[in-house]
């Protein structure tokens, strides 16, 4: 991702063409929180946006984008299918009930936001390959421009190639440096598969690194800036979220410096395996 701007996209394994930063929505109420939090967004360059049918906030983000002004077609929507929707009948069921909240025709990605069908996240109920059926459908009928996972690992993905006849193009993990997950990112590079970065800010509870507050002051950029460049640079699309105003603007000037191959590995090195969510690998 080199000569980065605000208008930036990657391009999907379809040729969909996507934003290469995000707002993500998690944990923002509906109603005017939520449709506040998109306005702003879109209002200072943001053309992708981040939901979910868990999030309850599908309503407040489809009110934002249709009163936006901003043409459908110039926005990148995704949501996300819930565990106890997974199966065959109940994912074609859920897209319908997602599209009619958002008030939209379509979304340009629709997800399954977990590997297991339980409602927790906390054990493996799989209904993959039934799910993924439908999302395949759900992807042919034009409700959905692309079709991705979520918190997928590299097995769930292997266990793909078996009935898959589309492939996902986007998978979303928690991304940060205390869960640089390289070998994830490896693996999705060479099946061109694109990974999105949730939790990019370390939920905004382990920004105050030294490392990473020194490599700030050298650009007179934000630690949140700076992580958000480092997900940029790995190839990752960050979705940072904020209910603050002026977070949300911050939060998408990153463009204007790059960090060092030096930074880049100091930040590297900060990795723990630590997690904020559920461990898809450990579901049992």
Known sequence: MENLNINSKVILNNGLPMPVVGLGTYKVP??????????????????????????????????????????????FLTTKLWNPDQGYESALQAIDESLGKLGLAYVDLYMVHWPTADVEAKATMNRREETWKAMEEIYKSGKAKSIGVSNYTIKHLEEMKKYATVFPSVDQVEFHPYLYQREL??????????????????????????TISTIAKKYNKTNAQVLIRWSLQHGCVPLPKSVHQDRVQENINVFDFELTEDDMSMIDALNENFRFSPDPNNLE
């Open 185 to 210: 990112l490896e693996y999705c590079k060479k099946n061109n598969i694109i990974l999105e970065a949730y939790r990019p800010l370390t939920n905004g509870k382990r920004m105050d690194n030294d």
């Open 30 to 75: 509906e109603g005017e929180d939520v449709i506040r939090e998109v306005q702003w967004a879109l209002n200072v360059g943001y053309r992708l946006i981040d939901t979910a049918k868990v999030y309850k906030n599908e309503e407040g983000v489809g009110r934002a984008i249709r009163e936006s002004g901003i043409p459908r077609e110039e926005i």
